[in-house]
């Protein structure tokens, strides 16, 4: 069992997590924490990547990595909870203290959210609860903010609705399009995902109910 997130009877000691990343795209945010668990700035083992489209480079970026990929076709099964059942039998294979969702871009089910519940977090290129869903930065400038960001949160059964862990502002500049926009969204996604993880790795995450406090060093 992973040392966090934390219940009020205090901390548990640290020790290394065994993470798997959900992931669908490019992989980004996969490769900085890939990066920093490998440089030991992060003190966790990367086992598995799952991957919900066949093709999608962050597989590319797995194999470099020498992290192991389960890559599945979502078609290929009858419903969501017929491949999440396939996926928890995965992560107790690797025995997965945390699972980190890195533009993995599927709802989940009570299958894994419900075993994994202060276990599994997401990263989300807004303010929330501004702006959920698939497309945080383009709604926040059609909106007319003039700041945004990124958001860390634990993953529940809505739609970006979880518990959340931290966030990070993100001024919207004069002329900004959606890509100028979602590349600095991703700038500080690389840096705020890698340091709740650390947080959680240390036992300094600590949830009750909807509340989220990250204890000091």
Known sequence: ???????????????????????????????????????????????????????????????????????????????????????????????????VLAGYMRLLTPVLVEPYYGRMINIHPSLLPAFPGTHGARDALEYGVKVTGVTVHFVDLGMDTGPIIAQEPVPIQEGDTEDTLIERIHQVERELYPRVIGWMQQGRVQLKDRKVAVLAE
Do not use: H, W
């Open 1 to 99: 069992m992973m040392p966090g997130p934390q219940t009020e009877q205090g901390r548990q000691a640290p020790g290394k997590l065994r993470i798997a990343v959900f992931a669908s795209g490019s992989g980004s945010n996969f490769q900085a924490i890939a990066d920093q668990a490998a440089s030991g700035q992060l003190d966790v083992q990367v086992e598995l990547l799952v991957c919900d489209r066949p093709g999608a480079y962050v597989i590319e970026r797995a194999e470099k990595a020498g992290v192991p990929a389960f890559v599945f076709s979502p078609k290929d099964y009858g419903s969501r909870e017929d491949y999440e059942r396939v996926l928890l039998d995965k992560l107790r294979e690797r025995q997965i203290d945390l699972v």
